[in-house]
């Protein structure tokens, strides 16, 4: 592939310095790194390869028209800059909902769809966390039985929330006096709520799920509906999944499809406990299957446990394998 010059915007949060550590661990060929956050992070350094690297300004950066440009600092700052870097001919991947959903934009999870991508995308979003582990676990699954409906509840790690969240979580357990990220305790509790709350009942992450799917698998037919819950556990975000097919299937069937589809791993043997956990998962960039079962009332319903580590595969790694797509595709060539 060909060496690129990087951009990691929000290099110091918990998203960008797990892009940093990704980079190094897949050697992926970075000519020159730029590291980007906010005004009071300018002028601070961070790890590379061995080498402190000054942080720059967003000016900055898009004035050195990096060839990608990794972006994980909110949906504000995406919907402001990704156009300025876009409009100097850099390819943007972005980890905030600012295009997710907008209809000249893709929505990628390379396993999935990622042959939909092309050298002229220019801003290319990248999924929640909790849908990329879902539909990496969904994706053969449809494509050979077709899911009608659905139903997810996901368990969510503090991580998802940032640098803050866990903080709160680590005061909390070290009995001290904590900011409040969420409105109530996170320790020793579950708060069933991810993000803000719509009319309709659902929050914004529950609805994430549903639309997102749908996106993702290309098919507006598939109905997923969700509860989001967030947990006290740092490693990765866990998934109770149950699907309505069109097709009968056969439990030794799904388990083949899901062992072949590259990313997923299969961890389902109940007479030694060994199903898919945040504990094991973390650090990772598969996505881990368990608890595989046909559901007691609808023999064409299925019943899955789906575990993957959210800064990795449900963000950082997802986004740098998008660069390494395109760069396989001749993007800058």
Excluded at 79 to 108: C, Q, Y
Excluded at 193 to 202: A, E, I, P, R
């Amino acid at each position: 592939m060909k060496s690129l010059r990087v951009a990691v915007v929000g290099a110091t949060g918990l998203v960008g310095r797990t892009i940093l550590q990704i980079l190094e661990e897949r050697n992926f060929p970075v000519a020159e790194l730029l590291p980007v956050a906010s005004e009071k992070s300018v002028g601070s350094f961070v790890k590379f390869h061995g080498a402190d690297i000054e942080v720059m300004s967003l000016d900055a950066a898009v004035a050195a028209k990096p060839d990608v440009v990794m972006l994980s600092a909110g949906g504000n700052i995406s919907l402001e800059w990704a156009p300025k870097f876009a409009a100097h001919g850099s390819t943007v991947i972005d980890n905030s909902s600012a295009f997710r959903m907008h209809e000249n934009h893709k929505l990628i999870v390379p396993e999935v769809n990622g042959d939909s991508l092309v050298s002229e995308d220019l801003i290319i979003a990248n999924p929640n966390c909790s849908t990329i582990q879902l539909v990496m676990a969904l994706k053969p699954l449809h494509d050979k039985f077709r899911i009608i409906r659905g139903v997810v509840s996901t368990y969510q790690s503090v991580t998802g929330t940032g640098k803050a969240a866990v903080n709160q979580l680590e005061s909390e357990r070290a009995g001290e006096e904590a900011d409040m990220i969420y409105p109530y305790r996170i320790d020793k509790n579950c708060i069933p709520q991810c993000d803000d709350f719509m009319d309709n009942g659902y929050t914004r992450e529950e609805m994430k799920v549903h639309f997102e799917t749908k996106k993702i698998l290309g098919d507006d037919n598939v109905e997923l509906s969700c509860t989001a819950v967030r947990v006290p556990v740092e490693g990765g975000h866990s998934e109770a999944v149950y699907v309505e097919f069109e097709e009968d299937f056969k439990l030794s069937e799904v388990i083949s499809l899901l062992e072949a589809f590259p990313g997923v791993v299969v961890e389902n043997d109940d007479a030694n406990s060994l199903y898919p956990m945040p504990l094991t998962s973390e650090g990772k960039d598969d996505v881990f299957v368990g608890r595989i079962r046909r559901d007691l009332c609808n023999p064409k319903g299925l019943h899955i446990w789906v575990v993957s580590d959210n800064l990795r595969k449900g963000a950082a790694t997802n986004t740098i394998q998008i660069a390494e797509y395109l760069n396989t595709i001749g993007r800058w060539s």
